[in-house]
């Protein structure tokens, strides 16, 4: 009879170990999970704020951008180089500013581009075709926005 026991409760003791090694096992794997999400979440809302101050930046600049570019406009052609110097200056300054986001920096560099463009266009005393520095930047935000999170694996 004690060898018969001796088999039952060694039966129930692994039976015992299996079960906690199951229940240690499935709690390490949903605080892992649990990690991940507050991880994920947190870069999410970083990421999301980041892009909200970057946006503001580049607005700003937009906004001082095109009351310089009225300016030029009206300059008289004696002072046509210094304001199109400025305009220059402008731009350069624009491509040392850091941006929070890759989508930050992807429209800094596309407004960076259409300023240059107009600079161009200036110099050569206007033409029919103007860029539109505003709507480079809207459509590369939007476009951002559009494509938020898709480059992180689920």
Not at 23 to 36: D, G, K, N, Q
Not at 80 to 88: E, K, M, S, W
Not at 113 to 136: F, H, W
């Amino acid at each position: 009879m004690t060898a018969g026991n001796d088999e039952s409760s060694s039966g129930t003791s692994g039976r015992k170990a299996a079960i906690g090694v199951v229940v240690v096992a499935f709690l390490a794997s949903a605080t892992t999970a649990m990690l991940a999400f507050t991880a994920s979440h947190s870069a999410r809302e970083a990421d999301a704020k980041g892009l909200a101050a970057d946006t503001a930046d580049l607005r700003g600049v937009l906004s001082e951008w095109q009351a310089q570019v009225d300016e030029a406009g009206r300059a008289a052609a004696g002072d046509r180089a210094t304001v199109l110097g400025r305009l220059v200056e402008r731009g350069e300054a624009l491509s040392s500013w850091k941006p929070r986001t890759p989508c930050g920096q992807e429209a800094r560099d596309n407004l960076r581009k259409a300023m240059e463009v107009r600079v161009l266009i200036l110099r050569e005393g206007g033409s029919d075709r103007n860029p539109d520095e505003a709507g480079v930047l809207a459509t590369t935000l939007r476009q951002c926005e559009a494509q938020r999170g898709r480059d992180v694996d689920i």
